[in-house]
């Protein structure tokens, strides 16, 4: 069976600090993982996936075998960063998404 | 950008009644998938499909439920008997390639079983 779990469902930060959205997963396979985002009135929308090591918006990835993590990190978060954030890992052809957390920015 | 396009975006029905979702996926995709949202759950996989055919759905996806591509451009989901505990968001999904290529959802559609 696979899983993900984001263990926070609210998640403020003020402008300028750090931001971490904490992912972790269960999965027996070789797991491929995504970050899908939500804006206000907007569709889902991928962010980043662990396989191309890219950094979108400031937002970086690490997939960390080990601890079974895939958290989203920001170096300096922005009120634009305010949305709804989904960890989804992708096995036996589905994407399995997170519960979700919502990150509100306090400018 | 191409988008992936979802009529209606408000649908009401009665218990009972039978319902069609529409979606058309991005042209030169080959993957389709549908998922949904019940107000403050997550965001669960129904069912994927390609090459006209169901490759993979999930225990919600009961026999109620049927997906069809009628013609080249239209994904369609149908409910038959819908059910107060159908009421949610639903998503419709393509991507150009297997599932580990990028995911482009439709803005969904609000569904209200009365």
């Known amino acids: 069976a696979q899983r993900v779990t984001q263990p926070e469902k609210l998640l403020s930060v003020f402008k300028g600090a750090p931001v971490e959205l904490k992912c972790n997963y269960s999965y027996s396979g070789s797991p491929e993982l995504f970050w899908y985002v939500q804006y206000s009135r907007q569709r889902l929308q991928l962010l980043l996936r662990?396989?191309s090591r890219e950094s979108i918006k400031g937002f970086t990835a690490d997939l960390n075998k080990g601890e079974t993590s895939f958290h989203l990190k920001k170096p300096f978060a922005q009120e634009e960063d305010s949305a709804m954030y989904y960890c989804?890992?992708?096995?036996?052809?589905?994407?399995?998404f997170g519960t979700g957390t919502r990150l509100t920015i306090i400018p | 950008e191409p988008e992936v396009t979802q009529t209606p975006s408000h649908q009401v029905t009665q218990m009972g009644q039978e319902v069609i979702l529409r979606c058309v996926p991005i042209s030169n995709h080959l993957y389709f998938y549908w998922y949904r949202q019940i107000l403050g759950q997550k965001v669960e996989f129904l069912v994927s499909?390609?090459?006209?055919?169901?490759?993979?759905k999930s225990e919600i996806f009961d026999d109620q439920f049927s997906v069809e591509r009628p013609d080249g451009s239209n994904f369609t989901l149908k409910i038959r008997s819908t059910k107060l505990e159908d009421s949610a968001m639903y998503f419709c999904?393509?991507?150009?390639?297997?599932?580990?290529?990028?995911?482009?959802f439709g803005s969904g559609t609000q569904l209200s079983v009365l």
């Open positions: 662990h396989i």
């Open positions: 999904a393509s991507s150009a390639g297997r599932l580990n290529e990028k995911l482009f």
């Open positions: 989804a890992l992708c096995g036996n052809e589905k994407l399995t």
């Open positions: 499909f390609y090459n006209n055919e169901i490759s993979e």
